[in-house]
């Protein structure tokens, strides 16, 4: 067992699945505390008592599901690492907006799982480090004919497409597999900043914000025009006020 593993909560209605996940878990080595919980309700006891570092969750439970487990974690004060493991592929897009670290299709592969928990890992170094984030950091990306890798800064925008993050840069787009909240996470805050719920902006690509009516627009140097989400506008026209969104100094009705 790694040092300073992190604990996990095994949640699943079904007794073999989670045993079998219990079995993987082990033998991985990279979790410290494990927990198992048959039902969403049960889950949610535990999770009140003891929050997990990282959550094993079904979605698919008759009790309660784990969608709502999950929406429930997101407002705790310390947000576990959400991994969905389940049966049926038709819950993904609900679970990246809930901004699951992952989404693996039972029977999970123990590669994939040693994967997500990696990447979930990562994710919970970087929110409790100190210091700036690395701007010459990289992402490794697909494209049509393998992987390549990207310079984090060179990335203009990102939009959530589905499961993946589409990355927009130099005229081509990237997907990458991974949630929204896990990648906001890897990207300097110092030069990006989130509109929306569903997009990450490089803040010097903006040239104008805009209002129409009630709704309000970032415009991009290339001229794309991108919504700005409600619960976004105040740190989008804060910013365009001081001039620190890509210069603009006003936002323009």
Known sequence: MAKNAPSVLIVDDEPLARSRLKALCERTGLFGDTELAGGGREALEKIRQRPPDILLLDVDMPDLSGLKVAEFCLDLARVPEIIFTTAHSNYAVQAFRLEATDYLLKPVKESLLREAVHRAIANRARDEADG???????????????????????????????????????????LLHQSMRALEGELPASLFVR???????????????????????????????????????????????????????????
């Open 132 to 174: 700036t984030p690395d701007i010459d950091q990289r992402l490794w990306v697909q494209d049509g004919k393998g992987v390549v890798q990207l310079v984090v800064s060179d990335i203009e925008w990102v939009e959530a497409e589905r499961d993946y993050m589409r990355l927009y840069l130099h005229g081509r787009t990237y």
């Open 195 to 253: 509109v929306h719920r569903s997009i990450i902006v490089r803040r010097d690509c903006i040239a104008e914000v805009r209002r129409e009516g009630r709704k309000l627009f970032v415009l991009l140097r290339d001229g794309t025009q991108l919504p700005v989400g409600p619960r976004y506008a105040d740190r989008i026209t804060a910013g365009a006020q001081v001039g620190r969104l890509g210069g603009s100094e006003t936002v323009t009705e």
